[in-house]
């Protein structure tokens, strides 16, 4: 049998301009979120508001984005304490 070796990647998390993982789709989002609202208003009301809205908007998200990455790519509870688990099988 012949054998091939398998690519594993570099074992990081992908990465891109300084957003990684799942905070790429994330800042992507926020700014497109931001560009269509801002739109919409600017459409109803008045051209300066849109722009202003949309770049406070995708600028607020992108802001959000980069505050929850600082917490970590893969953020969990931790909870401190003692947790008992009780024995709920009767044998």
């Known amino acids: 049998m012949q054998r091939y070796p398998i690519y594993k990647g570099l074992e990081q998390p992908l990465s ?20 269509f ?3 919409i208003i600017g459409a109803v009301s008045n051209l300066y508001i ?7 908007l995708s600028g ?3 802001g959000y984005t980069l505050y929850r ?21 009767k044998i």
């Open 50 to 56: 849109g722009v202003f809205l949309t770049t406070l």
């Open 37 to 39: 609202a801002g739109g």
């Open 16 to 35: 891109y301009r300084g957003l990684k993982g799942k905070y790429i789709g994330w800042g992507i989002g926020s700014l497109v979120c931001g560009l």
């Open 69 to 89: 990455q600082k917490k970590g790519l893969y953020n969990k509870k931790r909870d401190q304490g003692l947790f008992v688990h009780q024995n709920n099988l």
């Open 60 to 62: 607020g998200g992108f």
